[in-house]
């Protein structure tokens, strides 16, 4: 039966056209077919869209081109370097201790220093140095030199070189201004750290001598 059914049905839609054909009518216009539309070129001057995935178009966070470079020595602080010792123009000679011996060296080099064009060239009496420019003290002399402490003290004075006693250490020997010979000076309390910071100053020290 439902063979049957199926061959009417098309007898009957069949019968249907015949008789709009046979009326002067048109047959209905057959389905829309779809046509594959053809990407047009492109044209000169336009740029195509960039495909999301595309690999010209990604990203590269980690490109050495644009990884900032914080270790460039253009962009880093250039720190000053350190004064070297043929640069240093002056020399401060520390002198801690009263024996005669260390004495003689200490002023001898200072007087070559100053000979030689360093400046300034200061001596600085330290601790038991201070007793050196004791004007009340017998200047002693050293070994076979032909000066005494006092009369070296005068001519490096003489040359152009500075004297300065402790200001501690004098109070603590009992010693003031006018206790020193001529030429020495009491220094200002820290006085000498400026000297000891300043970088074209080389430093020698004399230590106290300890005995056994």
């Known amino acids: 039966m439902l063979v049957i059914h199926r061959y009417v049905h098309r007898l009957s839609v069949l019968l249907g056209v015949l008789m709009l054909v046979a009326c002067g009518g048109s047959p209905p216009p057959p389905p829309p077919t779809s046509v594959p539309t053809v990407a047009s070129e492109p044209t000169a001057g336009a740029t195509a869209p960039m495909e999301p995935d595309s690999p010209t178009s990604m990203v590269m966070p980690d490109s050495p081109t644009s990884m900032a470079m914080p270790d460039s020595p253009t962009s880093a602080a250039v720190e000053p370097m350190p004064m070297e010792l043929g640069q240093r123009t ?73 004297v300065i006693a402790c200001p501690s ?44």
């Not at 017998?138 to 005068?154: C, F, K």
């Not at 004098?170 to 030429?183: K, P, R, V």
């Not at 000076?185 to 005995?211: F, K, N």
């Open 90 to 162: 002056g020399l401060l000679v520390n002198l801690a201790t009263d024996d005669t011996w260390s004495a003689n060296m200490a002023l001898n080099l200072a007087m070559k220093a100053r000979d030689q064009g360093l400046e300034p060239v200061i001596v600085f009496l330290n601790v038991h140095g201070v007793y050196l420019a004791d004007s009340e003290r017998m200047p002693a002399q050293e070994g076979n030199s032909d000066i005494n402490i006092h009369q070296r003290i005068e001519a490096f004075i003489a040359a152009g070189g500075r």
């Open 169 to 212: 250490c004098s109070g603590e020997a009992g010693l003031t201004q006018a206790n020193y010979i001529e030429g020495v000076v009491v220094g200002e309390p820290g006085g000498v750290i400026p000297i000891l910071s300043d970088p074209s100053m080389a430093v020698i020290s004399y230590p106290a001598r300890h005995t056994p």
